[in-house]
């Protein structure tokens, strides 16, 4: 119901009318606008709608994309994307729901340089620059480490920092390159080249402070990522925040979140790896104590046990003769047992052997009984099969009719047994000795009184 239909504050209202109500209010009194916001419990739907929730830190809203909207999206959106949808406010009104209705949806903040940024990244993968197959181990011991980054960069004094505080032995070696402007890119491609063609470090720190998208967009030029895909040094890219990432980024061996990270990840910590190699030197020292430990205990084991040669060949000469003794006593025993344990089965199963003599007489005496009576049944069966016979040609209907009769059937094949049962001016058929015959009746005479 409009609210131009509502007559008074004292109207009751139904709850889907409510609903309507409200639904059209939203309809009308906000137009179509863009919302920014995290997608969460992203559903597709059989139908091809998409279902999902878009949230910032504050609030959450509701929105659906109808299919025939969802098909022009260009994009799959997933849990966790930044986006934008273009979208109507609207009540679904069976639940009573807030929502938005989508008309248009795209990645967060997309503009000229995030449309760029996104073709070329899509470009670059296709052509495998961003596959982790490519990318090189970083080197846990390097002899030397170079910076690609500006001079008078904040970041250059984060990382020295970081450096002298973690490797302080070692080398630093820095390619200095504009980080911003449209000179940028040809100088930091010229930077990275001169650091492979001179081959002084061991690892390649490409870096810049934080910024928005437009003053990271050097990082972001096809021909910086494929300097650094063509880097003969391993490298680690350290560009923005945490949250920012650029081509470089993806192309680079190893990704660090800040340009200090990028310094922490190309060295380890001095004092870590003189810790580590305290607790080696403590873990070799108790082990090496162990295994004397062990070698005397096994010495003094052995030294007990060491005697004399010719003691040692006495008591084995003397072991032996003792074992010889037993076995020969052993061997006699044994068979002895055997032998007469043999003759006491032999005389057992003696005694358990049948007397079949008169088995084998009876078995003959009813084979010869059995013979007789089934030659005695054989002849009564003969004389049964004789007798039947003769009856049963007594019986053949062949015979009856060579007596001079007749069998008569109507044009079904049925039995005619009575005058009444005969057609009169129609076909029958005559079954004779010798053949059969079709005649005509004229006419029937019922001889019974």
Known sequence: MPPSRIESTSQVLS??????????????????????????????????????????????????????????????????????????????????????????????????????????KAKLETEGLFDQIRKRPIPLLPRAIGIITSPKAAALRD???????????????????????AEAPAAIVQAVETACARAECDVLLICRGGGSMEDLWSFNDEQVARAIANCTIPTISGIGHETDFTIADFVSDLRAPTPTGAAELAARARTDWMNGLATQADKLRYAMKRHLEKAMQETDALSARLISPSAYISRERLKCQTLATRLSHTGASTLATWRHELDNMRTRLKAQLPDTASHRTLLAHRRNLLERMMVAQLADHRKNV??????????????????????????????????????????????????????RIESVQNTIE
């Open 159 to 181: 990382i020295l920092t970081t450096l002298d505080r973690r490797a302080p032995h070692l080398p630093v070696i820095l390619y200095p390159t504009q980080v911003q402007g």
């Open 386 to 439: 004789l007798s039947l016979s003769a009856q049963l040609e007594l019986l053949n209907p062949q015979r009856t009719l060579e007596r001079g009769y007749a069998i008569m059937t109507d044009t079904e094949g049925q039995i005619i047994r009575s005058p009444g049962q005969l057609p009169i001016h129609k076909p029958v058929s005559v079954r004779l000795a010798d053949g059969t015959a079709q005649i």
């Open 15 to 120: 709850v889907a009318e409510l609903n309507d109500i409200v639904a059209e209010l939203l309809t009308h009194s906000i137009p179509l606008l863009w919302i920014s916001g995290e997608i969460s419990n992203f559903t597709r739907a059989a139908s091809g709608h998409w279902y999902f929730t878009l949230k910032d830190d504050r609030a959450q809203v509701r929105v659906v994309m109808f299919r025939n909207r969802a098909q022009l999206a260009g994009f799959m959106p997933k849990n966790g994307d930044h986006i934008e949808v273009r979208a109507t406010v609207s009540l679904y009104t069976p639940r009573g729901d807030f929502q938005l209705n989508a008309e248009a949806i795209r990645q967060a903040g997309a503009g000229s340089l995030y449309e760029a940024f996104v073709r070329l």
